[in-house]
């Protein structure tokens, strides 16, 4: 949902994350590969998107303001919890991201209750449209 | 969010109902601006939102599928309540391509709970970042 608003290099580095966001759990869902093909979509990478290696660790400096590791953070929390599960794993990846980038426990709860709305959205529209 | 279901000139034929729900209520909102540049981007036929065409004209052969009309109307919907208010010529307009689409009261209530849960998330996130 919010992308858009990252540079070429931060959405790479971005898609590296997401990646990872997606095994954390140990498996693969359908709705957060769509959700993933619709961030390819809204950044503009569709046909280019390429496999990162999930073991690598990506680096986060890339992401070198507030609002940008905000986005970040976001995106990959409705990544995480779009299949309608949280699994620690998943958690554990998205704190881990959270920390290293500084984000305050209000500003965390914040991203959380974003990123329930987006989910519950997407989740409503799969329903509704099947 | 949803225009990957589209196909490019339904995706024309949308961003144009869009251009005239922006100015539906008599005023040009700049969230409701912003949105519209993003599903710009989203729907990768370029940034220029001079290029699109207003219109309160629906066909509804243009978008024959039930996901393709689910997926303008809760778009509409989005873009119509961004600003905090939910117009009466926004409802009308709203309601008229429901009507045009034959999509039932469920589907209709459907899509403003989806419409509200991706607003909400879209306002907090700006609310968030400034």
Sequence with gaps: ?130 | MFLHLLDDDQKRAFLALAGNMVTRDGRADAVELEYLKRLMIESGLGRDLGAIKSTDEVNPQTFPVRNQQCAVVAELLILSILDGSYDDGEAAFADSIVDAFGLSADDHETLCRIAEDAAGALSKMRGLVG
Excluded at chain 1, 3 to 28: N, P, R, W, Y
Excluded at chain 1, 66 to 76: D, P
Excluded at chain 1, 96 to 111: D, R, W
């Design chain 1, 1 to 130: 949902m919010f992308v858009h608003s990252l540079t070429e290099d931060q959405k790479t580095h971005f898609f590296d994350l997401a990646q990872q966001m997606i095994v954390a759990d140990g498996m693969v869902a359908e709705p957060e590969v769509a959700y993933l093909d619709r961030l390819y979509w809204e950044a503009g990478f569709v046909g280019r998107a390429g496999l990162g290696d999930v073991d690598a660790a990506v680096d986060l400096t890339i992401f070198n303001d507030r609002r940008v590791r905000l986005v970040v953070a976001v995106e990959l929390i409705i990544i995480s919890i779009v299949d309608g599960i949280y699994h620690p794993k998943e958690a554990e990846f998205a704190n881990s991201v959270v920390a290293q980038f500084g984000i305050t426990p209000e500003e965390h709860a914040a991203l959380c209750t974003i990123a329930e709305n987006a989910a519950q959205a997407l989740v409503d529209m799969r329903n509704l449209i099947g």
